[in-house]
Structures are given as C-alpha cells and as structure tokens.
C-alpha cells in the first residue's frame, strides 16, 4: 500500500484546510486509516483513525470538535477536515493504513504510512 497525503499549506489562525490522503497499490476499503502529526522537536501524535467502514470514528483530545476524519472507499481516500486552526496545529500530518480489526491510536501500530503534508497555521 502506497499512501499519499496532500492538501498541506499556509493558513491563518481561524482557518480551515481540508487534507487528502490517497492511496495507491492495494484497495483500502478494509484498512481502518488514521491521520498522525508530528511538530518539529515533538513526538508523532494522534490526531484521528476511522474505520474500515467509515462507522467509527475517533479523535485526540486537543481536536475538541474541530476536525472531521472521512473516507471515499470507491476513491480509496481518507480525508482529514480541520477548521478553526490555531498555531499549535502547525506540524506535518502524516496518514497511515492498518489492516485488521483493531483501531490503535499510537504509531507504531500501523503497517503503511505516506510522507506527510505540512501545515502551517500563522498567528
């Protein structure tokens, strides 16, 4: 599985970016996808996984209502729709498959990853 994440850039506090991740090699219709961050000098985060089905979906904590993970199986995207940036949000978003019935929230547990998009969020 080949995954490709897009729709990084610059954007001001208050904001929204919606971010794409695009996966090629294999169908992953029945991949739960996950959406990690990783800001400079920090430790890759959690920010939203969804399932297979697109039926469960969950958050990290500091996404408070903000951002909305989706998937288009017949496309074999994952999307991630953030409003109401703030500066904390800037970092590289990364998306990730795992196949199986589990959901993890930590990195490790995902097989495949694409090369992340970076998101700027000025104050």
């Known amino acids: 599985v080949q995954l490709q994440a897009s729709g990084g850039g610059l954007v001001q506090a208050g904001g929204s970016l919606r971010l794409s991740c695009a996966a090629s090699?294999?169908?992953?219709?029945?991949?739960?996808m996950g959406w990690f961050r990783q800001a400079p000098g920090k430790e890759r985060e959690f920010v939203a996984v969804?399932?297979?089905?697109?039926?469960?979906?969950y958050y990290g904590d500091f996404v408070k209502g903000r951002f909305t993970i989706s998937r288009a199986n017949a496309k074999d995207t994952v999307y991630l729709q953030m409003n109401s940036l703030q500066p904390e949000d800037t970092a590289v978003y990364f998306c990730?498959?795992?196949?199986?019935?589990?959901?993890?929230?930590?990195?490790?547990?995902?097989?495949?990853w694409g090369r992340g998009t970076l998101v700027t969020v000025s104050s």
């Open positions: 990730a498959a795992k196949y199986g019935n589990d959901i993890p929230f930590t990195p490790p547990s995902y097989a495949y």
């Open positions: 090699g294999r169908t992953t219709s029945n991949y739960n």
């Open positions: 969804i399932n297979w089905s697109g039926g469960r979906t």
